[in-house]
């Protein structure tokens, strides 16, 4: 995702509203985005705070952090349905790809509207539709094709129809909401594996049980896939984003 990384965070932080000086609590960070790139927006007068509900990828973006120049954030485990932070305490509030993921989507928006200021935004990013997302869709129809459809990448499209997350987030009192897509086209080095984290995070639970020979071949025809559709070495994968903006 890397080479995608300011494509989304950009317009992420935008629809924030983040400017130098503000505080904004990124949800869901993950390995660390878009946490890392706010902090060098807030700058040192600003404070970011990243937080995930899994402890260990807390401990994984502390260790990015210590890499990049600059303003860092703070990295603190937090489940979204129950924020350790005092009402009102932050300007915005970020979550990238992470809201689709929790089933207490409610619980989670009424949190998010305690702990932003009045006026205060919060940008959430979703995926758009499944078959606009070159890189899920394709790993997907070839485990279909291999293992059957368990709707293991069904969580991941949650928020895909549009205005969904819109109607979620005014039930959960938000005044007013704005939805943007973007489609980006990630440019992946052909013959490479660039596929292997997104197979492994979304099928990891149904390939652990395959022989060395049922995975390779598996991993083959994904390779195959992609490498069809390269033009001078680079496979163009294109993507569906959306950010759905509320305050
Ligand atoms: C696909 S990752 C997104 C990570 C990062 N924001 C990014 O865009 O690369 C989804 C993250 O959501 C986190 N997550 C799931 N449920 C959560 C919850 N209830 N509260 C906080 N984080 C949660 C997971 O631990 C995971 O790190």
Sequence with gaps: MADLADKLNRPLLDAAGLT?????????SGAGEPALSAARRAGPDGLVVGSD???GMMAGAVRRAR?????APTFTAADMT???FADAAFDGVTCRFGIMFVPGVDSALREVRRVLRPGGKAAFMV??????NGLFAEIGDVVADHLGEDGSLDPLFRFAK????SEVMRAAGFAETSETDLTPVRKAPAGQPFWR??????????????SAERRKALEQDIAKRFDAQAVDGIVPVPSHARIVVGW
């Design 20 to 28: 130098e000086g503000h505080r904004l609590l990124d949800l869901a």
């Design 53 to 55: 509900l899994v402890p």
């Design 67 to 71: 890499s990049v120049e600059g303003p």
């Design 82 to 84: 129950a924020l350790p």
């Design 127 to 132: 995926w758009g539709p499944r078959a606009g």
């Design 162 to 165: 549009p205005g969904l997350l």
């Design 197 to 210: 984290a997104a197979l492994d995070m979304s099928f990891g639970h149904r390939l652990g049980g395959l």
